[in-house]
């Protein structure tokens, strides 16, 4: 039996009456397992708001353990976030006046793909070509 005190600092023997000695005996003396994690990914978005990734998993030494050996509250968290860029986008300009006073005539605007809250040309390719609003309609 060894004399403590309420923290469980171990005192000299002359600290305590006979009564209240404890007994200390260790227990349990496995190494917890706990959460490790992988590197981050790459953000998943080129531009725009998306989300990165990365492994967790449950480990005691240098085995692998059920994620269920491990406390769920303390999980590290495997997606995040992310903000890259802003995407580029295309902006139109006011149709310009028809080509024909009488008959078939058509209009034109100027369609430029911009990036950026200054709202900064840039090339063609750095938009969807597929949303790309026409630039030409033809009037009858």
Known sequence: AVCVNSVGTVLGDSKCSQQEKMILQRCNEYTCPVWKTGEWSECL???????KHRQTWCQVGEEQLDNGFCNSAT?????QACQQQECAAWQVGPWGQCTATCGTGYQMRAVR?????YGTIVNDNECNAATRPTDTQVII
């Open 45 to 51: 978005v080129t531009c725009g708001k998306g989300y």
């Open 75 to 79: 999980k590290p968290a495997s997606a």
């Open 113 to 117: 793909c911009i990036a950026g809250s």
